[in-house]
């Protein structure tokens, strides 16, 4: 079963950049569709964004769009999310996802990482 590693979480100042990884442990179809959630204490999982292996579709939600780039390292298996102009409403653990298809919802993605923290502070 493919796993997932996310790091570079931290605590970083409004304004900062950041940039997280997520490293897959194989590239098959099971992970053909790597995606970025994020997670703060008793909400849903909220979409941030996906990128595809094959092909290399790209989708932003809006709350990022224009402030996040996701990049894709095929050497490392290793997706990359920049992350720019950070905001405090950016804070939340960022969660890495690997699915079949490309989907906003997380019930599309069967594989998982353990999340990495991110905090913005003022």
């Known amino acids: 079963q493919v796993q997932l590693v996310e790091s570079g979480g931290g605590l970083v100042r409004i304004g900062d950049s950041l940039t997280l990884s997520c490293t897959a442990s194989?590239?098959?179809?099971?992970?053909?569709?790597m995606a970025w959630f994020r997670q703060t204490s008793g909400q849903e999982r909220e979409f941030v964004g996906y990128?595809?292996?094959?092909?290399?579709?790209?989708l932003y939600s809006d709350a990022v769009f224009g402030r996040f780039t996701l990049a894709r390292d095929y050497s490392k298996n290793t997706i990359n999310l920049r992350m720019d102009d950070l905001r405090p409403e950016d804070t939340a653990v960022y969660l890495c996802?690997?699915?079949?298809?490309?989907?906003?919802?997380?019930?599309?993605?069967?594989?998982w990482g353990q999340g990495t923290q991110v905090t913005v502070s003022s």
């Open positions: 996802a690997g699915g079949r298809i490309m989907s906003k919802e997380q019930r599309a993605y069967d594989t």
């Open positions: 194989e590239r098959t179809a099971s992970n053909n569709v």
């Open positions: 990128t595809v292996w094959q092909g290399g579709h790209t």
